[in-house]
């Protein structure tokens, strides 16, 4: 059969396959006709299953919520399950994010290890198998969808019109296993403003962040008065600040009005101390000066106060742990905010322990008596578990342990993958121990040696799951 080295021989076309997806811009836009996420999204689902089909491979467009590419025969299905949309590609990249360009044997771009690269990798694990001519006992069926950054409604739908997996794994986290995922909260903290911005210098707007899930690399408040001086003030304050601090925040001047720009570190929301919070450190600023504004200038002192840089939500009183997934992780993704109310989107991760309800309970009790509440539109996406004995997870260790020669710990993310939504699956890969997390960061890239590794894996994964 030796998949491996049929692998090997995709070398190039993995490659060009990669580069060439990634230069889809995909990410969530108004809907259009056929189009529920933007025609950029379409455009690479119908790329990814076009090469699907120049494989030889039976494709399905469900609705343009998503698609699947299927091989082999039986009544039960093996699912891998991948996503073609990206969250933003923020600023400071080195190189273009959408070019595939290469370097030091790594192929730069938005999407390449979240999930644009391992989506191309298991579509030709796929072509090895269906190459090499076995007969499997179970159909294989790579499921793409297009909206896992955003809030899933392609797997909702999905699964509305298709069978589900009766097994299967995500290779959208890292290697070896990933039997653990914490809890998703998403949901907004908000605050309405009396009409009368009062006196002294006043906030206008604050807004920053491209998405709950992502560390706010940028934020940017206008501040005004009729005081000149004290804009000066706030101005030479803000110098000091930054100096003081180790942060990046700027300030612009006209007449009346001063603008401060907040400069931060993009990282994945399930890892928001591996960046630098840009909304935070604007609230911390704008807390450390005098301001007028009735409700404005509470709203950003209990912002300030109650989460600041904190990743754990400790001042709010959910810093939550347990054994198996460890501390709850809290990230401020994104804030609005005018003279009429303020509404900063908040991306919590919660040990598997515990439940949503309670979190947003014992949040609730922390905002009391600051005039806060917590938005109607509240998403919840409950952890996600499997036991070490589960079959599955262990023909997983017996492939990574025969490719890689490492022993396959079982570990557990912040991050939430497609495995959550069908039984007896798990998060598998891509990245491999000791590589840098660059999902959702500039300069994501992925290095081609470990591209075609992980195509061995999969390939080797596939073929044992369903025999």
Not at 328 to 353: C, H, M, S, T
């Amino acid at each position: 059969m030796q998949l491996d080295q049929r692998v090997e021989n995709y070398r190039k076309d993995i490659v060009k396959s990669t580069q060439k997806i990634i230069g889809f811009r995909s990410l969530k836009a108004q809907p259009e006709e056929g189009m529920p996420f933007g025609k950029a999204i379409n455009d690479t689902l119908l790329y990814y299953l076009g090469l699907a089909e120049s494989m030889g491979f039976e494709t399905k467009n469900v609705d343009g919520y998503a698609g699947h590419v299927e091989y082999g025969q039986g009544e039960e299905i093996i699912g891998v399950l991948v996503h073609l949309d990206v969250v933003p590609e923020g600023d400071g990249w080195s190189c273009p994010p959408y070019s595939g360009h290469i370097a030091n044997n790594r192929i730069y771009g938005r999407g390449t290890i979240d999930d644009k690269g391992p989506a191309i990798s298991v579509l030709y694990a796929l072509k090895a198998i269906k190459d090499s001519g076995v007969k499997l006992n179970k159909r294989i069926r790579i499921i793409a969808g297009l909206d896992e950054e955003s809030g899933w409604a392609c797997m909702e739908h999905y699964f509305q019109h298709e069978e589900k997996p009766v097994a299967g794994f995500s290779p959208d986290a890292d290697f070896p296993i990933i039997n653990s995922e914490m809890g998703i909260l998403i949901f907004s903290m908000e605050k309405d403003f009396a009409k009368d911005a009062g006196d002294g210098v006043v906030v206008r707007s604050i807004k920053g962040g491209h998405r709950p899930n992502m560390v706010p690399d940028y934020c940017e408040a206008v501040l005004k008065s009729g005081d000149a001086k004290a804009l000066d003030a706030i101005e030479k304050r803000l110098s000091s600040f930054a100096a003081d601090n180790g942060y990046n925040m700027q300030s612009e001047s006209r007449q009346g009005e001063l603008t401060i720009k907040s400069y931060g570190i993009s990282s994945h929301g399930s890892t928001p101390e591996k960046g630098q919070n840009a909304i935070a450190q604007m609230l911390l600023f704008l807390n450390s000066v005098s301001l007028g504004g009735e409700g404005a200038k509470e709203y950003i002192r209990d912002l300030a106060q109650k989460i600041g840089t904190e990743t754990d939500g400790k001042s709010l009183g959910i810093d939550f742990v347990d054994e198996i997934s460890g501390k709850l992780v809290f990230n401020l993704g994104q804030i609005e905010l005018d003279q009429a109310g303020g509404k900063a989107v908040i991306n919590i991760r919660y040990p598997i322990k515990y439940k949503g309800e309670y979190v947003l309970d014992q949040l609730k009790k922390a905002l009391d008596g600051t005039g806060i509440t917590l938005g109607d539109d509240i998403y919840d996406q409950p952890p996600l578990y499997v036991p070490e004995d589960n079959f599955m997870i262990q023909q997983l260790k017996k492939v990574y342990q025969e490719v890689t020669g490492e022993k396959a710990e079982l570990i557990s993310i912040g991050g939430g993958t497609y495995a959550r939504a069908i039984d007896n699956a798990v998060a598998f890969g891509p990245l491999f121990p000791g590589r840098p997390e660059l999902a959702h960061e500039k300069d994501e890239c992925i290095d081609i040696d470990d591209l075609v590794k992980m195509t061995q894996i999969y390939a080797r994964a596939m073929y044992l799951l369903a025999n």
